[in-house]
């Protein structure tokens, strides 16, 4: 079904701009066309360094069907990165739009690869119909674009298993009129939120990525083209819940929210907002097609960082936190009892492009080290805690940034926050946390203080604080910890000791 491409609409919210399949289909036999005068051939890559737009999925269709494998790139990375990425990848083509960074276009240039506009086509139209199941379809380069770029590559039989299995878990009426607000050079974005619904044959409405202005909006964007299902990413709703207005038409039928652990208090509110309970924590991870996880009925009670069951995956809790070991089923943890995801899945990656190394560090007769710890419950539910990267220890003592991060959360004015690790002349390892606070004053940061103690054991309490305005985020809508707390460690701390001896200092 979905290596036929059974199109829906796909239509710019912000332009307005709507091609029906027929048209779209056009546009693909033009750039087919414009492929071939350029000498593409079957295997090569095509680097897109722009998303969300409508161009953007009439070249994957055309490189497709030439047998070419696309790479999508953040247009916001520096010239210096989009060549680090090239130099790897080896791109035949780049293909660009008009806000496309010169800088960027000509570091591209530079490094021997083709620039070419989106627009430039011609009038002539080609078929093609040159896709094999075990073709690279789809790089993704998830780190490294400042040197030792690590890619994901997916075929088409790898991506097509994602969207089968999706079809039989989740069906496809709740996504007939499916909303994406996230960036389309990853895979929550691109390979879940659009391709599995546009290529089954729901309408695509699709925005530029993380705009506030937009997010402000939310509501009545829903109610405007009668959305039935977004996905999402934690950041999006701590903003949209203070600034944007509930829908009001009822057209929502289901929500993802993937990227990271929600928590329960959190997902309340998602609900509360949306007006609906099916709104699902899933969990995606870029080796296995994005979503590999989550509640095909998600109207059950709140928990801390609830998944659910695989979707077209099987999921193991192992104590094995790498992949030189033999499986053995004394690896295999007790239901509740906390270890290592590993997952199992046909939308596996084939391996990282060029980096057997890694490959060989992630992969294990067909499982798949996570790094991310969790446990199953009584019903099988998938319960994640963290990165296993994440873990601080503290003396021998493990603590997981996301269970601090979780208290901080439910206190009222928290706008956002991280903990981390901070090297500790006792311990090893310390704990810190960067906060944001709706109107920051002595009595609230008091207040948080008691409110943690009161949710806290005392060894979990972060021993240095920092009120900060924002927490930054990757442009997938993740916080790595590690930036955070570089940032933080140049800056002062918060001198808790003396606010909450009342000494006043804001």
Known sequence: MFLGFRLGDIIEVLSGRRWRPAE??????????????LGLKSGERVFLPFGNRIEFFAEILAAWRLGACVVPVDARLTAFEIAT??????????????????ELQSSLAAAGVTVVATTETGDEERHADRIRLDDEALILFTSGSTGNPKGVVHTHRSLAARWISLQQRLGTRDFERTLCLLPTHFGHGLICNCLFPWLAGNDLYITPPFKPDLI???GAIIDEHEITFLSSVPSIWKLALKIARKPEKGTLRRVHVGSAPLTADSWSAIRGWTRIAQVC??????ETGSWVAGLVDAGCPAEDGLIGEGWGASIKILSARDTTVEFTPDLECELGELGFVWLSTP?????????DDLTNAAVKNGWFLTGDTGYLDEGGRLVLRGRERDEINKGG??????????????????S????????????????????????????????????????????????KWWLVDAIPRTSRGKINRELVRDACLTKPTLDLARILNEETLL
């Open 24 to 37: 779209f289909w056009r546009e693909v036999r033009l750039r087919i066309a414009r492929f071939e005068r």
């Open 85 to 102: 990425l090239a130099a790897a990848a080896k791109p035949r083509l780049a293909i660009v739009d008009d806000e496309t960074p010169t």
């Open 216 to 218: 402000m909006k939310l």
């Open 281 to 286: 924590n899933a969990y995606g991870i870029t």
């Open 347 to 355: 939308a596996l990656m084939q391996g990282y492009f060029e980096r």
């Open 397 to 414: 003592m493990k603590i997981y940034p996301s269970d601090v991060d979780a208290v901080v959360e439910r206190f009222p004015s928290c």
């Open 416 to 463: 956002d926050v991280c903990t981390f690790a901070i090297d500790d002349a006792i311990y090893g390892q310390s704990i810190a946390m960067a906060v944001v606070l709706e109107k920051p004053s002595n009595n609230d940061i008091r207040a948080l203080f008691a409110h943690m103690q009161d949710q806290l054991a005392e060894p979990k309490m972060p021993q």
